[in-house]
């Protein structure tokens, strides 16, 4: 009886026991297992480095098909290779933020460095966890007061004064013969003299504690340029342009082409490069907002045909004409008080001119008749000739 148990046992296991027991070992270290050569596919490439730069050279985006394969970027590569685009792009004009216009003010010198109430509101912008954390402790917040100011008077000439607006700007049709879009009518911009920065619209409700305005520190800023500026055309180079025309068609093509009719709008972006000068005064309009009158000037303009300002389409920077005068004034002065050479030999000799003595007439010059009544000598011999001669 024992032994034919053993015998059933050992049956049951050589035909069932050990199969399970294999599989199990299998699955276990089926993910060591050698299972051939690993997939080193590259994720596909993007397109978004091509597209950054082919609109300033389309060679060093496109690679030449005959030199081989295009080579893969991965997200990181792509994104090093825009950041560093971008970076050489960087000409310090920054966005009309509340923080920047904030230190905008104490650059151009709108307020009084002795008053606490402006460092307050300062912190308040700029800090607002250390403004939470100890606006109510007064000895900690009068230490805070003191090196708020002193960073403000050691970083005043570094704060910004430089600043962009981007804005939408449609295209009309491209004329190929003049090289160059047109702008609808609505859209022109004909002797523009008041820019109004209307970024900041929720004000102060969202910043900090602050749930209304604060009078000293308007969030957005009216700017006044000292010259109108006009943009009525827009010249872009055939190649670029066509480029440009069938990149805006493409977001288009979804759609069936009644809509595609309907919708259609080739949508540029305008960054205007503006300096602020002066500080003029405060103003409330008519529905209530807070706008600070400044004075400035436009030192340039760019036009991109994407959002991310990576493909420009044209850019003009001014100069600046109050300098130009200045230099060139001194030297117009000194063309005109160069005085002319003359020979000392040609000059008479006045030295030998007696002085009349008071009351005595004065002598006859020199090479000139003592009299003015008495005839010369050639007077005398022409009359002498005979009558016949004449």
Not at 108 to 131: H, P, R, S, T, V
Request: net charge negative.
């Amino acid at each position: 009886m024992t032994m034919r148990f053993i015998l059933h046992l050992s049956v049951l296991f050589v035909f069932v026991f050990a199969p399970v027991l294999v599989l199990a070992q299998d699955q276990e270290t089926a993910p060591f297992a050698d299972s051939g050569p690993a997939d080193t596919k590259a994720p596909p490439h993007l397109n978004t480095l091509r597209d950054a730069a082919i609109a300033i050279d389309e060679e060093s985006y496109i690679q030449d098909e005959t030199e081989g394969a295009e080579e893969d970027y991965s997200d990181e590569e792509v994104e090093g290779f825009i950041q560093e685009f971008v970076e050489t792009r960087d000409d310090n004009y920054v966005e009309p933020n509340l923080e920047n216009i904030s230190k905008l003010y104490w650059a151009i010198g709108k307020f009084d460095i002795a008053d606490d109430k402006l460092i307050d509101y300062y912190l308040m912008i700029n800090e607002c966890e250390l403004y939470m954390q100890f606006y109510h402790n007064d000895f900690e917040w009068a230490k805070i007061q003191k090196a708020t100011k002193n960073h403000i008077l050691n970083n005043m000439n570094e704060f910004p004064t430089h600043f962009e607006i981007f804005s939408p700007l449609p295209l009309g049709r491209y004329d190929q013969d003049k090289e160059e879009f047109e702008l609808a009518p609505e859209t022109k911009i004909t002797g523009l003299r008041r820019l109004d920065f209307a970024m900041n619209m929720l004000g102060y409700k969202e910043v900090c504690t602050k749930t209304g305005d604060i009078y000293e520190y308007p969030p957005n800023i009216v700017v006044i340029l000292s010259r109108p500026f006009v943009l009525e055309k827009i010249p872009v180079k055939r190649e670029l342009a066509k480029l440009y025309i069938e990149e805006a068609k493409s977001f288009y093509d979804a759609l069936p082409p009644r809509l595609q009719l309907v919708n259609y709008e080739r949508l540029a972006f305008l960054r205007l490069k503006i300096k602020i000068t002066q500080y003029k005064n405060t103003v409330r309009l008519v529905g209530g907002d807070l706008r600070a009158v400044v004075f400035g000037r436009l030192e340039g303009f760019e036009i991109y045909a994407d959002q991310d300002k990576l493909k420009p389409l044209y850019s003009k920077n001014f100069e600046d004409k109050r300098f130009k005068r200045l230099r060139k004034r001194p030297q117009a002065a000194t063309e005109l008080q160069v005085p002319q050479v003359v020979d000392p030999d040609d000059i008479p000799d006045r030295g030998k001119t007696p002085v009349p003595a008071p009351g005595a007439a004065a002598p006859a010059p020199q090479g000139t008749p003592a009299s003015t009544n008495a005839p010369s000598e050639e007077t005398v011999e022409r009359i002498k000739q005979p009558a016949a001669a004449n």
